[in-house]
Nanobody, 124 residues
Framework: QVQLVESGGGSVQAGGSLRLSCKAF????????MGWFRQAPGKEREGVASIDSDGRTAYEDSVQGRFIISHDGAENTLYLQMNSLKPEDTGMYYC??????????????????WGQGTQVTVSS
């Protein structure tokens, strides 16, 4: 069973930075795609950033230039470096991985494996 475990959330003032991590267990594929989603209270879950086994990345427009997604293959860990944070970045951030079917489609991937989420709060 694939397991995704996030860490690194917290509270920060606007303009600050946070780095999220997602350790993947039993997610070992030659071709893969992983990403970060977020959900603010009262809003739908939205894709933030993704990366695949070819190194292709995708970003939601509002985070382009501020967030950087990366993956450490040796540790099977996904990261999201978040800079110049804004109050509108507040939300629960979820790590996700492509499961091949029955998931949320975003950036060309089918995200069916999910972590439990880590809270990010940005104050003005």
């Amino acid at each position: 069973q694939v397991q995704l475990v996030e860490s690194g959330g917290g509270s920060v003032q606007a303009g600050g930075s946070l780095r999220l991590s997602c350790k993947a267990f039993r997610y070992t594929y030659v071709t893969w795609c992983m990403g970060w989603f977020r959900q603010a209270p009262g809003k739908e879950r939205e894709g933030v950033a993704s990366i695949d086994s070819d190194g292709r990345t995708a970003y939601e427009d509002s985070v382009q230039g501020r967030f950087i997604i990366s993956h450490d293959g040796a540790e099977n860990t996904l990261y999201l470096q978040m800079n110049s944070l804004k109050p509108e970045d507040t939300g629960m951030y979820y790590c996700a991985a492509d499961s091949g079917d029955s998931g949320i489609l975003w950036s060309g991937c089918d995200f069916g494996y999910w972590g439990q989420g880590t809270q990010v709060t940005v104050s003005s």
